[in-house]
């Protein structure tokens, strides 16, 4: 016997769309893709359990049914089809079709009405006919022989549902469906039914009389109030149970036998899967991968003068030999070097390549990686592997073999495709300018390293030993009793049950006792103001002070931190094994960490921080003239901010006026909302309100330049910084007021902070350039936010100083000055 699948398209849309409704999923470009992404899922996992001969699909039209014509209220509660949904439905046809599988639908019926007429003339000709909907009307036409798939509330599993499970379900059997419907209604189709009849009823009168029509033949026969409501609403119901009667003589202008599944349209599913970036799908669908052929040698030919790719081949974290690809010829070397010379090389991460392959960073290369991070920049995977996917849709299989030399043929490959999407999307100039010579400045930061003291580490663990063993007395003196102070739970209930403080957040698992919390309970309770120490000094102990010594490498005597150029979505670099970005910068502790980086003898520490260079960005951008007058002018820019913005003369500008137009200036370039800088000040939002008016008020430029910005964004779904980098913002679509605020912020601060990290990032390429060229032995040898930090033989100082000011200052010109501050000691803290 044939087996046909006959879908309820419109249906399975809606479930897919919803299903995802709290956490869409979004492409690159912002676009909801959660019902075709559902939707494909769903239907595959179908076809794959049942394997039909032959399929149908179809889907509701916009042009009102008989139904709709006949009674105005029908699916009237109904909303419209969310506009985020609405452009998924025809890439949802077209993933259908390349599926192989018809659609079939027909002006003014209903999916259901076709599925129904589909499933009858099937059954007739001797089909096992199988019906993958969720809507309980279809049940109706439930026979032997047509059965019914659904899918589970909330989950992914099937349910079968068969004619006995009608009747256990409903009470009734399928073919009264429509009399039960009648009178209990529906209000997912706003049929009305009966009021005040509900399913125990409607199944009790069903069983008496067995069918509506009987049932109001005999309603003088009912007694007491259900009687009377059938009476009132006679008409209504027999309303209802018309529309709920699906139709089985529909015109399809089809015949069953051309309802044979189809091939599957491989190419077409490809393109618009790249499109969709359903990278999962793309995976299932190209299954076992393109094989590279390849060649296993232990010497390889002569290579000079031709483009090569080479890829390390790891496993488990050992580096057992390289792959090598010309685009023609494959080879697979097991041995870590010699790296063959070529006259240009195409990389993934050139700088852990080398690292890997103890290999210098080549004079000429293009790094594949690197180039797809400033393509997609709020991506976690820029490997050869995704890029082939998203470009060929192929799998580099098998992907668990670590010699597959398949990624260096497709890095050679599709590197030309790759940078011709950097000029197509404005970034070559950042990529060649900034980007690639960077490579090569971080890889020399990380071979050079830094010196710690470790002694002087030791000592201060064992002094916060002491702090944190007389915090804990304190603590456990106030509560009345001991506990274990990191465990949340305990100390949940130690706070809010045992000691009765009120309690300002909850959670799944009972009361916070976030840092928030805690700071909010520590302006009246000293218990919260000492745990907040606690904890401050138990991070920092057990983050850094206690770490940083073992990360020195024994042969060098050094920390080599790695400093990750593909991670932040800004463009500002991050570093690792220590991550030094969030050593606290104010605070004595902070102070103390510096201290312990140090100078070797004969040499210093030299730090050069950006003056307020996000400020300056912003007047830059801007153009708004009381800023950049005041940056000109060399003023205190807070202070000229609170002179403004509170309306008094500079010189009755008082320390806590200033604090808070500092947090106000800083605030406005993250977008922060009134009720984000009432929290950050301590005043009501009212205030809060007043403090950014006013500020508006005293640098229209800026007011001008966010409204813009964020209409810019809105529109285009993304923003630019000074030098082309380019940032998505698909927030900006959520239908979530909050999350599109947010993405209103990003929108503000994208164009100010990547463009500060592209000044410092161009910055520290001009400075490696400089020391080379004049033949110095000072070396850059941190970042971190606006802050260089370097090692420079004190022979060198005065010129290297002269140096690191001339280019930071001068690597861009804006509308303002750039200043840099620069300090020196013998160590990091001194220095800065």
């Known amino acids: 016997m044939s087996r046909i699948l006959l879908v309820d398209g419109s249906g399975l849309i809606y479930r897919s769309f919803y299903a995802f409704i709290k956490n869409p999923l979004r492409n690159s470009k912002g676009e909801n893709t959660s019902a075709a992404f559902g939707y494909t899922k769903s239907l595959l996992k179908v076809l794959d359990e049942l394997n039909?001969?032959?399929?149908?699909?179809?889907?509701?039209?916009?042009?009102?049914?008989?139904?709709?014509?006949?009674?105005?209220?029908?699916?009237?509660?109904?909303?419209?089809?969310?506009?985020?949904?609405?452009?998924?439905?025809?890439?949802?046809?077209?993933?259908?079709?390349?599926?192989?599988?018809?659609?079939?639908?027909?002006?003014?019926y209903e999916a259901d009405d076709v599925i129904a007429t589909?499933?009858?003339?099937?059954?007739?000709?001797?089909f096992e006919v199988i019906i993958f909907s969720m809507d309980k009307d279809i049940m109706q036409v439930l026979s032997p022989g047509i059965k019914m798939l659904n899918m589970r509330p909330t989950t992914t599993e099937f349910e079968w549902i068969e004619v006995p499970d009608v009747k256990e379900k409903f009470g009734v059997p399928p073919e009264l469906i429509p009399d039960y419907l009648g009178l209990s209604g529906d209000t997912s189709d706003n049929i009305p039914g009966v009021p005040g009849i509900g399913p125990k009823t409607a199944k009790k009168l069903l069983e008496e009389y067995g069918s509506l029509e009987k049932v109001l033949e005999n309603v003088d026969r009912i007694p007491g109030r259900i009687g009377k409501l059938l009476k009132k609403h006679k008409k209504q119901a027999e309303e209802s149970k018309y529309l709920a009667v699906l139709k089985l003589d529909v015109p399809v202008q089809v015949k069953i036998e051309d309802l044979k599944r189809r091939e599957v349209d491989k190419e077409k599913l490809i393109r618009v899967f790249q499109e969709l970036e359903f990278y999962s799908l793309l995976k299932e669908l190209s299954g076992e991968g393109e094989k590279v052929e390849f060649e296993e040698v232990e010497e390889l030919p002569e290579l000079e003068g031709e483009t090569i790719s080479v890829i390390p081949c790891v496993k488990d974290g050992w580096v057992y030999g390289f792959s090598v690809?010309?685009?023609?010829?494959?080879?697979?070397?097991?041995?870590?070097?010699?790296?063959?010379?070529?006259?240009?090389?195409?990389?993934?991460?050139?700088?852990?390549?080398?690292?890997?392959?103890?290999?210098?960073?080549?004079?000429?290369f293009f790094d594949i990686a690197l180039a797809d991070y400033l393509l997609h920049p709020l991506r976690t995977d820029h490997s050869v592997e995704r890029i082939a996917l998203e470009m060929r849709g192929v799998v580099l299989s098998p992907s668990s073999n670590s010699f597959y030399p398949g990624k260096a043929y497709y890095a050679v490959k599709l590197w030309k495709e790759v940078e011709k999407r950097l000029e197509e999307e404005g970034l070559l100039e950042l990529y060649y300018k900034i980007e690639l010579p960077l490579v090569r400045v971080l890889f020399a930061m990380e071979k050079h390293g830094i010196m710690i003291d470790v002694d002087f580490f030791r000592e201060l663990s064992r002094m916060l030993e002491?702090?944190?063993?007389?915090?804990?007395?304190?603590?456990?003196?106030?509560?009345?009793?001991?506990?274990?102070?990191?465990?949340?739970?305990?100390?949940?209930?130690?706070?809010?049950?045992?000691?009765?403080?009120?309690?300002?957040?909850?959670?799944?698992?009972?009361?916070?006792?976030?840092?928030?919390?805690?700071?909010?309970?520590?302006?009246?309770?000293?218990?919260?103001?000492?745990?907040?120490?606690?904890?401050?000094?138990d991070k920092l102990r057990s983050t850094y002070i206690d770490v940083l010594p073992t990360l020195v490498n024994p042969e060098t005597g050094r920390i080599h931190a790695s400093f990750n150029q593909?991670?932040?979505?800004?463009?500002?670099?991050?570093?690792s094994n220590p991550n030094l970005q969030n050593i606290p910068i104010k605070g004595d502790l902070g102070k103390e960490i510096r201290k312990g980086f140090?100078?070797?003898?004969?040499?210093?520490?030299?730090?050069?921080?950006?003056?307020?260079?996000?400020?300056?960005?912003?007047?830059?951008?801007?153009?708004?003239?009381?800023?950049?007058?005041?940056?000109?002018?060399?003023?205190?820019?807070?202070?000229?901010?609170a002179s403004l913005v509170f309306g008094v003369p500079p010189d009755e500008i008082t320390h806590d006026m200033r604090r808070k137009a500092k947090v106000v200036n800083f605030g406005i370039v993250y977008g922060m909302s009134p009720y984000g800088l009432s929290k950050e000040l301590g005043i009501d939002v009212h205030e809060a309100e007043r403090f950014i008016k006013n500020y508006f008020s005293a640098f229209p430029g800026v007011e001008k330049w966010i409204r813009e910005i964020v209409k810019f964004a809105k529109e285009k779904g993304y923003v630019r910084t000074l030098f082309g980098r380019k940032r998505e913002i698909p927030e900006l679509r959520s239908p979530q007021r909050q999350v599109r605020e947010y993405g209103e912020r990003i929108a503000i601060n994208t164009p100010i902070q990547g463009t500060a990290a592209d000044i410092i990032k161009l910055a520290m390429v001009n400075l490696h350039r400089r020391f080379e060229k004049e033949k110095m032995k000072s070396a850059m040898v941190l970042q971190i936010h606006d802050e260089l930090v370097f090692e420079v033989p004190e022979e060198e100082r005065e010129k290297a100083k002269k140096i690191?000011?001339?280019?930071?200052?001068?690597?861009?010109?804006?509308?303002?000055?750039?200043?840099?501050?620069?300090?020196?000691?013998?160590n990091w803290y001194e220095a800065h």
């Open 52 to 108: 039909p001969e032959y399929a149908a699909v179809s889907f509701d039209l916009p042009k009102p049914t008989e139904r709709h014509l006949l009674f105005k209220e029908y699916k009237a509660k109904r909303p419209p089809m969310p506009d985020e949904l609405k452009p998924q439905v025809g890439k949802i046809k077209e993933i259908t079709l390349a599926l192989g599988l018809p659609i079939v639908e027909v002006e003014g």
């Open 118 to 126: 589909l499933a009858k003339l099937a059954r007739e000709k001797g």
């Open 325 to 364: 690809s010309s685009g023609v010829k494959n080879y697979l070397v097991r041995r870590k070097k010699p790296v063959p010379s070529a006259s240009f090389y195409v990389l993934e991460d050139a700088k852990n390549t080398a690292w890997a392959l103890e290999w210098e960073i080549p004079e000429k």
């Open 466 to 537: 002491r702090e944190l063993e007389d915090l804990e007395k304190e603590i456990f003196g106030l509560a009345g009793l001991k506990f274990n102070i990191r465990s949340p739970k305990q100390l949940s209930d130690v706070l809010f049950k045992q000691m009765g403080l009120p309690p300002v957040k909850k959670t799944k698992t009972g009361y916070s006792t976030d840092s928030e919390v805690l700071a909010k309970l520590a302006e009246k309770y000293e218990i919260a103001r000492l745990l907040l120490s606690f904890r401050e000094l």
């Open 566 to 575: 593909m991670v932040t979505a800004t463009g500002r670099l991050s570093s």
């Open 598 to 641: 140090i100078a070797p003898p004969g040499k210093l520490i030299i730090s050069a921080d950006y003056s307020q260079i996000e400020l300056r960005i912003l007047a830059h951008v801007s153009s708004d003239e009381n800023l950049i007058r005041a940056f000109k002018e060399g003023r205190d820019i807070h202070s000229n901010t």
């Open 804 to 826: 690191i000011k001339e280019e930071m200052e001068n690597a861009v010109e804006l509308k303002v000055p750039l200043e840099v501050e620069i300090g020196e000691g013998r």
